[in-house]
């Protein structure tokens, strides 16, 4: 695991911008004059097989994804079964006490070596012919090789998967070519360390399907424009969404940080719980929100953070996953179990206003009247995403569905703004 020092520096430097972005934001009566008019998203992009089977194949199977923490990998042999990406992967922890990923297929003739979604194992042995391999994915033995010519252990080892740590979070990729994990992330793991990603415990994991495009729910969770219709009596009580400043950052990443309606308000669902005191002040009296491209969306507290990770399983269905990771209480129990449960009892309650009405969405987005998607100012941090899409098409796609891909209006702005020394 790469080591990132705490750069205080940086992450002071981007505070100083957000709190001159949500000034800004708030005293605006119109887009900036330099802003520039965003062309519509076509419709295509959410209903068009075409551009799904591209999107899948440049995205879901080319990018790195948050897959688990290393407490749910608790001692050697300890493994989870992972296949959000559509490939069976296993991670698993060796005797060496590393993390590896592979895929879950016998090198013989394809039959999976683990059944069970986690466990423990000594060795992983083939039910169904019985070759044996260690926990390194070595070749280990196969039963009568004597009646294989020419064979070589050596080459028949599981076929790995990247697999590399941020913290005490794994994260894992499909793409044998993707960049170092640390490259991928930038300036969003400096941003990240005063959360103390290294540190963090485990505390919950649960999902639930929902039957609609991905990007229906990815596009709510980049933006705060749905706040005073969806969340009336939750999150809009608390903040301001018209103050919400957007960084936006290569690779697909951005963040958004929202102030809060009323000086010093502090989330009551925190009190009594410990809290992580590298954490500046920015996140710890804003609201802060995090998206690593294309499916990592986190509004991390110092008293603890809730990661959401949205997955495609075909074109008109989706998993959400919800994951919560406590600072590092010491030995034992983990102390408040009470208060984490109402804090995230109260978490999906708001996660239940924001996907409530998705099912319906997507039948409105399948039918003749939704003619494509148009965008405001306050909006933009969905164009910037789907514009990464559309690079990663082109990178990946042999044939891209050109028809359907954006004019990279939002690189243009962001390359102005950068020669104008603005971010």
Known sequence: MAKIDL???????????ILRAMSYEKSRSGPPEDFLELPDIPSGRYVDEDFWAAEWQAVWKKS????????????????????NTGSPILILRGEDLQIRAFYNTCRHRGAPLVMDDAG?????VCSYHGWTYNLEGELLNMRDKRDFVNVDMSCKSLVPVRCEMFGNWVFVSEDPEAEPLMDYLGPMATQLMQFQPDRLRYVDHHGFDVKCNIKVLMDAFLETYHVKSIHQHTVDRFIDSRGTAIQLWDQGHSIMCTPNRREGWRDPGTIGLQHMDTVTDVPRVHNLSFNIFPNFVSPPHAAGIPVLTFWPKGMNEMRVESHWFAPDWGDGEMPNQDVWNTRIANWDRILFEDTQFAEHIQKSVQSPGFKGISLSYQERRLYHWHEEVDRRIRKHVANPPEHLMLDPAMERWRSAQKREGMT
């Open 120 to 124: 423990n194992t000594r060795g992983l």
């Open 64 to 83: 790195w994804f948050y897959a688990c923490h290393s407490d749910q990998l608790p001692e050697a042999g300890s493994y989870l079964l992972w296949q």
């Open 7 to 17: 750069d205080l520096d940086a992450i002071e430097a981007l505070n100083r911008e």
